[in-house]
């Protein structure tokens, strides 16, 4: 099992900056991607960005040139910056780990959720 606790968030203003940051913790010796997604008011769950523990990386189109993702694999963390909030970033922001579990078998595992409000 894999437990997955968020922080960060909060009301950010347009243009200032904004970090969240995830740490996975349990059964971590098998993870291979950490990422973030994000849920606004009426709209499903979408895929902001992910890292492989390789330190590939995939952003959604909206937020490309703004947000970075980074990974830091001894401490089984995953950062998210961006220097250049806009308030369509508003949203309920989500922890994704995957990892194998004993059997082999890739596990999605999810963090409780932190919002994020960027608004002036």
């Known amino acids: 099992q894999v437990e997955v606790v968020e922080s960060g968030g909060g009301l950010v203003q347009p243009g200032g900056s904004l970090r969240l940051s995830c740490v996975a913790s349990?059964?971590?010796?098998?993870?291979?991607?950490m990422g973030w997604y994000r849920q606004a008011p009426g709209k499903g769950r979408e895929l902001v960005a992910s890292?492989?523990?390789?330190?590939?990386?995939n952003y959604a189109d909206s937020v490309k040139g703004r947000f970075t993702i980074s990974i830091d694999n001894a401490k089984n963390t995953v950062d998210l910056r961006s220097n250049t909030p806009e308030p369509q970033d508003t949203a309920v922001y989500y922890c994704?780990?995957?990892?194998?579990?004993?059997?082999?078998?890739?596990?999605?595992?999810w963090g409780q959720g932190t919002q994020v409000t960027v608004s002036s």
């Open positions: 994704n780990v995957q990892a194998l579990n004993s059997d082999y078998d890739p596990m999605d595992y």
């Open positions: 349990g059964n971590i010796d098998k993870i291979y991607l």
């Open positions: 890292i492989t523990r390789g330190g590939s990386t």
